[in-house]
């Protein structure tokens, strides 16, 4: 089969950095093709050469057998080449609708936007996606994952003949990406070639049918059927070496005293009647669908929305959290932002500044004299251990990689020492020899007494990690239940908890 697009010898160099050397990438029409490496392997490079974000250094782009050059992503666009983005690219203050029809709202400027076809035509690719959200919704008013499943409508919007996802999922719960997988098997039966970027290798091995593997800005397997290609061998080629990940082991926790308790908690969000506890050194997941209110009640808690009723104790003892300062150096509460890109870190400033910011008032003392000294001796343990990839500590958070940055938000944390760390969403983006590294860090804080509160969308991932699991649908708590570490027969009692609220719902 003749390829659709090629990527031959590719090349990309920037000051003081050889990002790809000699990368060679081949597409077919009609097929979903996995691009795989750690964070910093090249991967999110590549993507910007092919869509015309970058230019390559050398090497050849081919489309239809014919060398081709994309100048800027208008022009890979109508070329017909397509790609969702890890990091989301949608104007807040525009509607859903402007967002997914952006590049066609326009192509007149004496032909004024009919926003009732452009609503209608919105709802037919937010229908694709199952979405229930009003096209004329201001992108700002959708949670995080609502945003990613509304950048993958803008990219279906464009039909392109080769469509690149990064990442696509790292947001998504499983109903939401069984539901994109459907999408895209459909796009591939079409003709599209589809490029599946992810660290969910369980998700890999679903859906894509070819393999290209990078490392260390270099081929460590060009591009190959899916068949007969293991998740060891996988493993090897992104990482060099056999995977490691940390198991699950038990832990008991129930003669340890309450860090965190809630009661009856109502909040300004919408919650109603939530009770949950957090012992000393324990994990508790919080898992649900989108919009079951996690994320909500984490930033209720932390004092950013209000508690409206019910009781919140801290240690044993009623407290009533106004402010997320008051949060974080009265009461020892940190976060984890599932939205590093805007609330985890400030990305004009350095590495060292972002991971020192939660401790400069500890580190400065009663003088308030601080020093970037003090504060690398302080974060470099934990940014070492996450493997933090940067040229230095004075590199802008906003030119690392989005996992390297998520690895920032972590170690930021780590380093502050909070006795409850609340940590929402925290693989996203991140590889499978950090993501094992963050799983076993989580493990040795709550082994050191570190009480945490672990909301992901990642099942798997909370089965690995959680020492009970606590489940939200509609911003209320539906159920809770002992992680025995079971995949299958956990996962069943957690959606069947979810499913019972619905009926009854």
């Not at 010898?9 to 750690?38: D, I, N």
């Not at 992104?238 to 699950?248: H, K, L, Q, V, Y």
Request: with cysteine; glycine share 10%; net charge neutral.
């Amino acid at each position: 089969m003749t390829p659709i697009f090629e990527a031959k010898g590719v090349q990309k160099a920037f000051p003081g950095v050889m990002a790809l050397k000699g990368v060679t990438l081949s597409l077919l029409p009609g097929s979903v093709h996995a691009l795989l490496g750690e964070n910093g392997a090249g991967k999110s490079t590549l993507i910007k050469v092919i869509t015309g974000v970058h230019q390559p250094t050398a090497g050849t782009l081919l489309l239809d057998g014919q060398d081709t050059q994309f100048h800027n992503p208008r022009d890979a666009i109508a070329k017909g080449i397509g790609v969702v983005h890890q990091e989301r690219n949608l104007f807040p203050r525009f509607s859903v609708a402007e967002n997914i029809f952006l590049e066609q709202i326009g192509s007149s400027y004496l032909k004024p936007v009919d926003y009732a076809r452009l609503n209608r035509e919105a709802r037919r690719w937010l229908d694709a996606l199952e979405l229930d959200i009003d096209p004329a919704t201001p992108v700002s008013d959708l949670s995080v994952a609502r945003m990613q499943l509304v950048e993958i409508a803008k990219a279906l919007s464009l039909q392109s003949r080769v469509l690149l996802l990064d990442e696509p999922t790292a947001s998504l719960t499983s109903s939401e990406t069984d539901r994109l997988f459907q999408i895209v098997r459909r796009l591939r039966d079409d003709g599209t070639s589809l490029v599946f970027v992810s660290h969910k290798l369980e998700e890999v091995q679903e859906i894509c049918d070819r393999v290209t593997v990078l490392r260390d800005g270099a081929n460590a397997c060009e591009s190959r059927s899916m068949e007969g290609v293991t998740r060891h061998d996988l493993v090897q080629m992104m990482i060099g070496r056999a995977e490691g990940e940390g198991a699950w082991r038990a832990r008991d926790t129930s003669a340890q005293p309450e860090v965190l308790g809630l009661t009856g908690v109502s909040t300004a969000l919408g919650h109603r009647d939530v009770s949950l506890s957090v012992r000393k050194g324990e994990i508790v997941g919080l898992y649900g669908l989108v919009g079951a209110g996690r994320t909500e009640l984490a930033k209720s808690i932390l004092g950013q929305s209000a508690v409206t009723g019910g009781e919140v104790r801290v240690d044993g003892k009623p407290v009533r959290i106004r402010s997320v300062f008051e949060a974080i150096h009265t009461h020892g509460l940190g976060y984890v932002s599932e939205d590093r890109k805007t609330e985890g870190l400030i990305l004009q400033h350095s590495v060292l500044a972002n991971a020192g910011v939660p401790i400069w008032r500890k580190l400065g003392g009663a003088l308030g004299t601080l020093t970037d000294g003090k504060i690398r001796n302080a974060v470099l343990p934990y940014l070492r251990k996450l493997e933090v990839k940067t040229p230095s500590l004075s590199q802008t958070a906003a030119n690392l990689s989005g996992g390297n940055q998520q690895k920032i938000s972590v170690a930021k944390w780590l380093a502050a020492g909070v006795r409850l760390l609340i940590v929402d969403e925290p693989s996203v983006g991140i590889d499978i020899k950090t993501k094992a590294y963050l799983h076993e860090l989580l493990r040795e804080l709550a082994d050191n007494g570190t009480s945490i509160l672990l909301i992901t969308s990642d099942l798997p991932e909370m089965i690995a990690v959680a020492d009970r699991i606590v489940v939200m649908d509609g911003y209320r708590v539906t159920g809770e239940l002992p992680n025995t570490g079971e995949y299958d027969s956990v996962s069943r009692a957690v959606m069947d908890r979810i499913h019972d609220m619905g009926e009854v719902g």
